[in-house]
């Protein structure tokens, strides 16, 4: 069975300082990944996702993320974030082509500080 | 509107009552899914849909957890016999299919608590 972890539960970043979050997936066959974004107070939505291709996946706000095979990961970054990114991001894989639940992990609470 | 709606947005409920948690996904949406937040524990996959059959309930914590979906849209949650520990917030997503790659749209979730 596939699993996602994020290895930080908090991430605190200067405003117009560059981040990282941090997501590495396990799986034994090939996976597709995303990053979710849950804004205060509202539902999540769909940051980027990979499923095949070019390995730099670029999203909304001006995130992007680079999948990784050799590693497993799928890390999230920006090189400048802003007041308005403060919010939780959440990883999560599926199984490629298949009919299949998505596996999130437990997200990373991303604090900008002023 | 164009999204996933969910209702009530906040329920209170003593313990021992039963609970119908309801999702409407967007139009043309085939599949559907309910998830559970809790406090530091990410989305906790329940079930899903396809169409109104239920491929995998392997998420469904306990019997007292079930779901259905009609007509292929409205899905309703129920909780049977609350506790505590069922206190959360229930989200549910909907997808144009159930392919692995597809984008999930969630509504605004159902937050539970259980006195």
């Known amino acids: 069975a596939q699993s996602v972890t994020q290895l930080d539960s908090q991430v605190p970043v200067f405003e117009e300082a560059p981040v990282e979050l941090r997501c590495n997936y396990s799986?034994?066959?090939?996976?597709?990944l995303f990053w979710y974004v849950q804004y205060p107070n509202q539902g999540l939505q769909l940051l980027l996702k990979?499923?095949?291709?070019?390995?730099l996946v670029k999203g909304i706000n001006g995130f992007e993320a680079e999948f990784n095979k050799s590693q497993t990961s799928f890390h999230l970054r920006k090189p400048s974030v802003h007041i308005s990114d403060t919010a939780e991001y959440f990883c999560?894989?599926?199984?490629?082509?298949?009919?299949?639940?998505?596996?999130f992990g437990k997200g990373t609470r991303l604090h900008i500080l002023p | 509107g164009a999204g996933v709606s969910q209702s009530p947005s906040n329920k209170v409920t003593e313990k021992g009552k039963d609970v119908e948690l309801r999702c409407d996904p967007i139009?043309?949406?085939?599949?559907l899914y309910w998830y559970r937040q809790s406090l530091g524990q990410g989305l906790e996959f329940l079930i899903y849909?396809?169409?109104?059959?239920?491929?995998?309930k392997s998420g469904l914590p306990s019997d007292r957890f079930s779901a259905e979906r009609t007509g292929g849209s409205v899905s309703t949650l129920t909780i049977q016999r609350t506790q505590q520990e069922d206190s959360a917030v229930y989200l549910c997503?909907?997808?144009f299919g159930a392919g692995a790659g597809e984008t999930q749209y969630f509504g605004p979730g159902t937050r539970l608590l259980v006195l």
């Open positions: 799986s034994s066959v090939s996976v597709y």
């Open positions: 999560a894989v599926s199984r490629w082509n298949r009919d299949d639940k998505i596996i």
């Open positions: 997503a909907s997808s």
């Open positions: 990979y499923l095949s291709g070019s390995t």
């Open positions: 139009s043309g949406h085939t599949a």
């Open positions: 849909f396809q169409g109104n059959s239920a491929p995998d």
